[in-house]
């Protein structure tokens, strides 16, 4: 059974930075797709980046490409999310999410994902 658990989540000024951690365990495949979500109160679940874990294939959205960067350990089998210059716009709900494959067209879409975490909250303060 696919486990994940994430965890990094806090309360931080505009302008700075947070790393969230994704720790998968149950999968049967060495290859997967790891992806990142978030959430805020009244709006719609947003994909930012994936992580294809075999290649090691990122992607993003264009509302943190520049800002975020994913990346895998895989002796640890994390997943992690390096995110700088953080802006108010970005607080939210963050999951962790796996799917069998992604690319750059579907890693944002949440129906292609099987398992979820249970989230971790970063607020990002003016």
């Known amino acids: 059974q696919v486990q994940l658990v994430e965890s990094g989540g806090g309360s931080v000024q505009a302008g700075g930075s947070l790393r969230l951690s994704c720790a998968a365990s149950?999968?049967?495949?060495?290859?997967?797709?790891l992806g990142w979500f978030r959430q805020a109160p009244e709006k719609e679940r947003e994909g930012v980046a994936g992580i294809r874990t075999g290649p090691g294939f990122t992607y993003y959205a264009d509302s943190v490409k520049g800002r975020f960067t994913i990346s895998q350990d895989i002796t640890k089998n994390t997943v992690y999310l390096q995110m700088d210059s953080l802006k108010p716009e970005d607080t939210a709900m963050y999951y962790c999410?796996?799917?069998?494959?992604?690319?750059?067209?579907?890693?944002?879409?949440?129906?292609?994902?099987?398992?979820w975490g249970q989230g971790t909250q970063v607020t990002v303060s003016s």
């Open positions: 149950g999968f049967k495949s060495s290859e997967y797709c």
């Open positions: 999410a796996a799917a069998r494959y992604c690319d750059s067209r579907s890693f944002r879409k949440s129906d292609i994902y099987t398992d």
